[in-house]
């Protein structure tokens, strides 16, 4: 089997002891780097969202696989990216989040892996962060740009809570705000507000990079 199989097979069948020893193996071998396996890991929930769609699966089924993903990035990726990218000037610091009323984790944890390996400074604020948290971290940290994620239709009005409440305490034009989650595109950022908007991880990180240069 090759490695992506063996990752898709240890994220179906939910079994995180098996995914993190998949990990730490290849890690330890040098054979791929960890943010290439979270590129992996990536399309393999890319492909289970596309089956719980379909209805080919149900919802324990993706649960399961999206705790075995979230534990193995947290545990194991992560650490191993902060390892390599101690030595690195910071590119930027962003604060990230999953906005109010809404608990999916996993796009924005990616995008988060990948701005940490990128040499950004990264502020990973969780799920379900109301407004006024996501701009006290930012006033704290001093940070350049706010991330902003949703899946929901329904919490999508939260972001452009976010920029109001900036709005609101005169600090607009001191951050850049992007956007992003399933339901969100270009035009709902234009919409908002937002200086940007982008479609996955890789996108998010040029994205910043574009905005900060
Ligand atoms: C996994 C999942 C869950 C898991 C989440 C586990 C976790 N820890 O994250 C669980 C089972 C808990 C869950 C719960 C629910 N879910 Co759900 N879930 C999904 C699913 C299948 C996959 C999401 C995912 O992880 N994708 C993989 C990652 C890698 O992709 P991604 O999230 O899109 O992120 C990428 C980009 O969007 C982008 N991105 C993401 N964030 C950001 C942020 C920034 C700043 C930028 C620039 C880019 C960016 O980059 C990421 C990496 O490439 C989607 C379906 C889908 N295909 O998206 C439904 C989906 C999002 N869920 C849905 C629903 C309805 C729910 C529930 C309401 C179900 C229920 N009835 O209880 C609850 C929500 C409860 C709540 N209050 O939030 C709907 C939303 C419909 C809508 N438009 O409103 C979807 C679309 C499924 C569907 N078709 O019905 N869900």
Known sequence: MTLEENIKEAVIEWDEEGLKEICNNILEKN??????????????????GKQFEDEQIF??????????????IDEILDPAIKELGQSKETAGKVVIGTVEGDVHSIGKDLVGSFLFSN????????????ATKFVDKAEEVNADVIGLSSLLTMSMDFQRE??????????????????GGA?????????IGADGWADDAIEAVNLIKELLS
Not at 59 to 72: E, F, H, I, R, Y
Not at 169 to 174: A, E, F, I, V
């Open 59 to 72: 919802l324990p089924d993706l649960v399961g696989s999206a705790n075995v993903v979230k534990n193995t």
């Open 119 to 130: 040499g950004f400074e990264v502020f990973n604020l969780g799920e379900e962060v109301p």
């Open 31 to 48: 054979e791929a780097s960890p943010v290439e396996l979270l590129k992996i890991i990536g399309n393999i929930m890319q492909f289970i």
């Open 183 to 191: 339901p969100t595109s270009e035009e709902w950022a234009d919409q």
């Open 162 to 179: 976010v920029i109001d409440e900036l709005k609101k305490r005169g600090l607009r034009d001191k951050y850049k705000v992007i956007v």
